[in-house]
């Protein structure tokens, strides 16, 4: 079957359990998906569904592992102990070079094949021997909003970062910042990720400062609560509101008309077409020649059909 008809297919199979392993191949095939996200992240449902799916129809073993706390010293350890149960190759995120690099290229140095996604770079991939890197490139994504929000008349703005330990979040703010043509200055806050804890601090910074003119948020972890805090605050609708990623919320936001836009870097495709093409690497010996971008893509009112049907399952 062509990579195409598979995923054209993709979208029409329910959702497999979410954690399973699919029967694993007459060949023994096994790959190992390791993110840093913690389990608190609903957001990263549709990576789970993606690699169940595609497991499912490529007939391989997978297995989806992650920190539980979003610990990054916990996830380098969880990337040793893949590479030592002798996968067929492993799938991880690359959220902090420094204390990721190390592992990553361990299990490159044993023979094992590695593809990176989600976070890290194109460059850093290659660094480390990686096959390919598929995700978003996530500076050009907020340079992009940023572009936008200006053409909107937007000047000033707020960065809501729940993650702000990884580098690819701060790499989103910064590239708004530098959209809009100002610094990015004291307009991104460490909002942590309790919901109750990130709607206190947005409306804190609001209060403190009334004449912000946009927020920006980096996932449903912080647009959910954004949203909460804009409701009682009274901001919701009045101030421009521009997120990453989606998630049912983001699109019941972006139909009202409260969220602008969203950036959908689909990490479906995150999870799905690693294994895809990891497994014809290894039976048929054909790679891309490239890596894939995933995103970003800005999903607005217009055409949400298809994102609301599938939203927080392959959307």
Same mark, same amino acid.
């Given at each position: 079957?062509?990579? =195409?008809?598979?995923?054209?297919?993709?979208?029409?199979?329910?959702?497999?359990?979410?954690?399973?392993? =699919?029967? $694993?191949?007459?060949?023994?095939?096994?790959?190992?998906?390791?993110?840093?996200?913690?389990?608190?992240?609903?957001?990263?449902? =549709?990576?789970?569904?993606?690699?169940? @799916? +595609?497991?499912?129809?490529?007939?391989?073993?997978?297995?989806?592992?992650?920190?539980?706390?979003?610990?990054?010293? /916990?996830?380098?350890?969880?990337? !040793?102990?893949?590479? $030592?149960?002798?996968?067929?190759?492993?799938?991880?995120?690359?959220? /902090?070079?420094?204390?990721?690099?190390?592992?990553?290229?361990?299990? &490159?140095?044993?023979?094992?094949?590695?593809?990176?996604?989600?976070?890290?770079?194109?460059?850093?991939?290659?660094?480390?021997?990686?096959?390919?890197?598929?995700?978003?490139?996530?500076? !050009?994504?907020?340079?992009?909003?940023?572009?936008?929000?200006?053409?909107?008349?937007?000047?000033?703005?707020?960065?809501?970062?729940?993650?702000?330990?990884?580098?690819?979040?701060?790499?989103?703010?910064?590239?708004?910042?530098?959209? @809009?043509?100002?610094?990015?200055?004291?307009?991104?806050?460490? +909002?942590?990720?309790?919901?109750?804890?990130?709607?206190?601090?947005?409306?804190?910074?609001?209060?403190?400062?009334?004449?912000?003119? $946009?927020?920006?948020?980096?996932?449903?972890?912080?647009?959910?609560?954004?949203?909460?805090?804009?409701?009682?605050?009274?901001?919701?609708?009045?101030?421009?509101?521009?997120?990453?990623?989606?998630?049912?919320?983001?699109?019941?936001?972006?139909? +009202?008309? =409260?969220?602008?836009?969203?950036?959908?870097?689909?990490?479906?495709?995150?999870?799905?077409?690693?294994? &895809?093409?990891?497994?014809?690497?290894?039976?048929?010996?054909?790679?891309?020649?490239?890596?894939?971008?995933?995103?970003?893509?800005?999903?607005?009112? /217009?055409?949400?059909?298809?994102?609301?049907?599938?939203?927080?399952?392959?959307?």
């Amino acid at each position: 079957m062509s990579l =195409t008809k598979k995923l054209a297919l993709a979208v029409a199979v329910l959702a497999a359990p979410v954690l399973a392993a =699919t029967t $694993a191949s007459a060949e023994g095939e096994r790959y190992v998906l390791v993110s840093h996200a913690p389990d608190s992240d609903s957001w990263w449902n =549709t990576i789970k569904n993606g690699l169940a @799916l +595609a497991g499912k129809q490529m007939d391989v073993e997978v297995e989806y592992r992650n920190p539980p706390t979003g610990d990054l010293a /916990d996830m380098a350890r969880i990337i !040793d102990q893949a590479a $030592a149960s002798g996968p067929t190759g492993i799938i991880t995120t690359l959220a /902090d070079f420094d204390v990721l690099s190390g592992p990553i290229k361990a299990a &490159v140095d044993g023979g094992i094949d590695v593809i990176i996604i989600n976070s890290g770079t194109p460059e850093q991939a290659r660094e480390l021997g990686a096959l390919m890197y598929v995700g978003q490139p996530e500076y !050009d994504a907020g340079y992009a909003a940023g572009l936008r929000a200006k053409g909107d008349g937007v000047g000033s703005f707020l960065c809501v970062n729940h993650y702000i330990s990884s580098p690819s979040s701060t790499e989103r703010c910064k590239g708004f910042a530098d959209g @809009l043509g100002i610094e990015l200055g004291n307009q991104m806050i460490d +909002a942590g990720q309790d919901p109750a804890e990130i709607k206190s601090r947005v409306m804190a910074y609001l209060n403190a400062n009334p004449d912000t003119d $946009a927020v920006l948020t980096l996932g449903p972890t912080s647009a959910d609560p954004t949203l909460l805090a804009l409701e009682e605050n009274g901001m919701a609708g009045d101030i421009y509101f521009g997120t990453f990623d989606l998630g049912a919320n983001i699109v019941e936001g972006i139909k +009202a008309g =409260t969220i602008k836009w969203g950036i959908d870097q689909q990490p479906f495709l995150q999870a799905y077409l690693p294994i &895809v093409v990891m497994t014809n690497y290894h039976r048929y010996g054909v790679l891309p020649g490239n890596n894939i971008n995933s995103g970003p893509g800005f999903v607005t009112a /217009d055409g949400l059909e298809m994102v609301e049907k599938y939203a927080g399952e392959y959307r």
